[in-house]
């Protein structure tokens, strides 16, 4: 996908309904006074704003807070990173062996490709390799090897050895407390890590709005649990059924065999 085209906003910032944005939000002066046409949302111009609260990015479909681009139409919300991310990048530090392009697709049909940075699901817009099949978020696409947070007092450092392949990386965090799947950063001066996936809401605004994000819960993974749990309490009630008419029939025999 290329570059979103720019539209010039002649009559925006003077006529515009009240109703379409809340007295929280307030508008980002775009540059020279334009707004964008995006090409996920081409029927009507996004404007850059400035909301303290959650919002759902219609793109990648992960949650944001504070600068977005915003449809002041209808209920279309955009990060600002992946409004403007660019077409592809060459070297990306958390990925410098190819080129990764950005799609505004999801990948991987109907079993989802994971994000080999935060280890999460891509559900929507999405940089991927070339080469490989590596893919990152766009929001985890702003993270570096080299991270300065507001929550530890030193530079963090991207683990060499963190890794979701087999299960959790194996580090708890220090924002979150659990051992999550995904790549986590590190201090070398102490024992403190970060999950990439906690680092992200350095980057999505959530952190600097106060926000957590909600945990969403994997419906099919709760009831893959159920059905398991259920067909084990099957397989036991029938072990358990044969066993009583084994030795029913064990302790009849004994009996024919006293007569």
């Known amino acids: 996908m290329g570059s979103p085209r720019l539209k010039k906003a002649k009559t925006f910032f003077s006529k515009r309904s009240p109703s379409l944005m809340t007295t929280s939000e307030t508008l980002l002066q775009p540059r020279k006074g334009e707004e964008i046409i995006h090409a996920s949302h081409p029927q009507h111009p996004l404007a850059q704003v400035y909301s303290p609260y959650l919002f759902t990015c219609m793109g990648c479909k992960e949650y944001g807070a504070g600068r977005r681009f915003k449809c002041l139409r209808c209920d279309y919300d955009l990060h600002d990173f992946c409004a403007l ?149 099957f397989i036991d009630g029938l072990i358990e059924g044969i066993g009583e008419a084994f030795g029913e029939v064990l302790i009849d025999s004994i009996a024919k065999g006293k007569r």
Do not use: W
């Open 85 to 233: 991310a660019p077409p592809s990048v060459q070297r990306h530090p958390l990925h410098s062996k190819h080129p990764i392009v950005f799609s505004t697709k999801p990948g991987g049909g109907f079993l989802r490709s994971a994000c080999g940075v935060c280890g999460k699901t891509t559900k929507g817009f999405a940089y991927r390799c070339t080469t490989c099949s590596f893919e990152m978020h766009p929001c985890c696409a702003k993270l570096d090897q080299e991270m300065d947070v507001p929550s530890h007092e030193h530079a963090l450092i991207l683990h060499p050895e963190s890794t979701f392949s087999n299960g959790d990386s194996g580090f708890i965090c220090a924002v979150c407390g659990r051992k999550r799947v995904g790549q986590v950063y590190h201090c070398s001066l102490c024992d403190y890590h970060l999950h990439a996936v906690c680092a992200k809401d350095m980057v999505n605004g959530l952190y600097l709005n106060g926000i957590r994000a909600p945990e969403k819960k994997n419906k099919f993974g709760a009831a893959a649990r159920i059905a398991t749990q259920a067909f084990g309490g």
